[in-house]
Structures are given as C-alpha cells and as structure tokens.
C-alpha cells in the first residue's frame, strides 16, 4: 500500500475539513508514493520514537500532536527540531499526523475519552459553526454527557482506573454526587465556562493552570486535571484498529504509549 492511501484512510477519519485555523497537520514529510509495510503510531514524535522509527525499518510514522507546527526557516543540522527532519528525510520515514481533524472526529479523541469514561447520550462542549456549515453535520471540541449518578470520590477511583494514572489533581468541591460530566482531551482550560454553561458537575481535562481552576471554582463548577498525555493516550489504540480495518494488505502495526516526557510524582 502506497503512503498517499494510508493518508487518505486517515483523512476520511480526520477529515482535513475540521482542522482549526491555528492548526499544522496532516501529511507532514514524505513521499506519497513511498510502499508502508511497518507504521509506527506515537501522541508525539521525538528523538526517541524516531529512532525506533529508524532502528527497526519502519516506514511511516503517525502521531497525534504535529511534527512541524510552526513555520520553519530553515533545515539544518544545528537544531534538534531540524536535524529529526533531515534524520527523517534520510531514512525515507513518512509523517502524518491528526490534531485538532481527529480532536473533533467522530469515534476521535474526545469520543473515545467519553466512551472509556462510560458516558452516555454524548454532545460535542464547544460546538464549531464553520465545521457545521462545511460539512452539514454536528462537530466540536470535547464532549458533555451523563452517567448514573455517582459519589464523585467513587468516580476519581473509575477515572484513574479507566486511564492507567496513579494521580490526578481535582480542584473545587469533592464531596458531592455526580452524573452530568464534561470531558476534553489534551488542553481544554479554554473550554471551562462551556462545561458550566452546560451544567456538567464536573469537567475532566488536562492542563489546567492555577488561575484556570480559580476561575472554575468561582463558576462552583469541579475540575479535574488528568494530564494532556493521559487524556489523549487513549486515541493511540484506535488508530491502529481504524487502519487495521481499512487495509486489506498485511501492514505491521505498533503503538507506543509511553509518554515521550518522563513525569515523576514524590
């Protein structure tokens, strides 16, 4: 299979149409004729995932958060960002990546963040208008929706399960009962007044600054922080299945889901 119909695979998920203005990604470095045998899927790509990349031949790289982000002026080998990318060109390795497309995907990150949460009768939280317009359906960043109601201090134990994290920070009151929960992968302190506005008991995300908590204690809204990585880790798996279920070819695929930054808690 040829790199161009990996990608077009992914885009009819991640739809090119949903990226945000403020966004870089898609199909990043490569040759779109190249022939994929081996994908390498990571949340992020650096020095370490390349070099498994390159070590073990594989041929295409996915990741969620983009290689190239911000416009470069150069390619040489006198930084770390533009010395990956001549490694990259080298070694004939393909990158693509899905950010805010796969954020706002159907079955994409925050769909599944909901799912493994095990919430019911989902919507997106900040619902994009020039999405809807384009594409004559419903899309937005994260998502609102119930579960039978629950002691919030039982449900920090389900969350912490469901995700694989040992710790987590919960601003605002505790000791309450919930069943109305917003969720947002990644970064969603922007989207703390639309969890409120919706009602929602508590709103799960990552990122979140002690000011961004300030704010949503004074709304009485609950926030817990799970971390970028952790809420979004989740989209990995799926990926892999996603292309598993369009190719026909026989393609190996491998995930890593160990955060590329080390995060030690004492």
Not at 57 to 69: A, K
Not at 88 to 97: E, F, L, P, Q, V
Request: charged share 25%.
């Amino acid at each position: 299979m040829k790199a161009r119909q990996v990608v077009e695979i992914m885009n009819n998920w991640a739809k090119p149409e949903l990226i945000d203005t403020w966004d870089n990604t898609g199909f990043q470095i490569g040759d779109p004729n190249k022939e994929i045998k081996k994908i390498l899927i990571s949340l992020d790509l650096d020095k370490k995932i390349l070099d498994i990349g390159i070590r073990d031949n594989y041929d295409m790289i996915i990741t969620h958060h983009p290689l190239i982000f911000k416009p470069l002026k150069s390619i040489t080998s006198l930084s770390y960002k533009e010395k990956m990318i001549l490694d990259i060109i080298r070694n004939d390795i393909i990158i693509y990546n899905a950010h805010s497309n796969l954020d706002l995907a159907e079955g994409g990150v925050n769909d599944k963040l909901s799912e493994i949460l095990g919430l019911i009768d989902t919507a997106p939280l900040n619902i994009c208008s020039n999405k809807e317009d384009e594409l004559n359906s419903l899309y937005g960043y994260g998502r609102i929706g119930r579960i039978n109601e629950i002691n919030l201090y039982e449900f920090i134990g389900k969350i912490k399960e469901s995700l694989n994290i040992a710790n987590l920070r919960v601003y605002g009151e505790i000791d309450k009962k919930v069943s109305k929960i917003a969720v947002c992968g990644g970064s969603g302190a922007e989207f703390i007044w639309d969890a409120y506005n919706s009602g929602a008991d508590v709103y799960i995300t990552g990122d979140i600054k002690y000011h961004d908590a300030q704010y949503g204690h004074e709304l009485g809204l609950t926030i817990i922080d799970a971390g970028h990585y952790d809420t979004e880790k989740i989209i990995l798996p799926a990926i892999k299945d996603y292309i598993r279920k369009e190719v026909n070819e026989d393609i190996y695929i491998r995930v890593i889901m160990e955060s590329s930054l080390p995060v030690h808690i004492y």
